[in-house]
Nanobody
């Protein structure tokens, strides 16, 4: 299984970006797809996750109301729509997959067993 994250780039404060995560080798059925981010010198941080089967979502408080995670079942792709971006959102964004998780476990990085290479998001002030 390989995950491919894409869609990162440079954007001004207040701008938007849409990240995508595709899976090869196995589709996302019966899985949870999560987005995490890691800024230089900081720990990996949970951003958002979606349970593929029923579409249940979880968000970090820092992105709630600004970011939206979704799934495209036809294309087998997960997306992270990021609006009202702030400089503190600057990081490498990684998508990951896990078996179908309970809501309480979706924020935990160690629950995810496959990780993509990440895509860089830079928000200028």
């Amino acid at each position: 299984v390989q995950l491919q994250a894409s869609g990162g780039g440079l954007v001004q404060t207040g701008g938007s970006l849409r990240l995508s995560c595709a899976s090869s080798g196995r589709d996302f059925s019966s899985s949870t797809v999560g987005w995490f981010r890691q800024a230089p010198g900081k720990e990996r941080q949970f951003v958002a996750a979606i349970r593929w089967g029923d579409g249940n979502t979880v968000y970090a408080d820092s992105v709630k109301g600004r970011f939206t995670i979704s799934r495209d079942r036809a294309k087998g792709t997960a997306h992270l729509q990021m609006n009202s971006l702030k400089p503190e959102d600057t990081a490498v964004y990684l998508c990951a997959r896990a078996p179908s998780l309970i809501i309480g476990a979706m924020r935990t990085p160690t629950q995810y067993n496959y990780w993509g290479q990440g895509t860089l998001v830079t928000v200028s002030s």
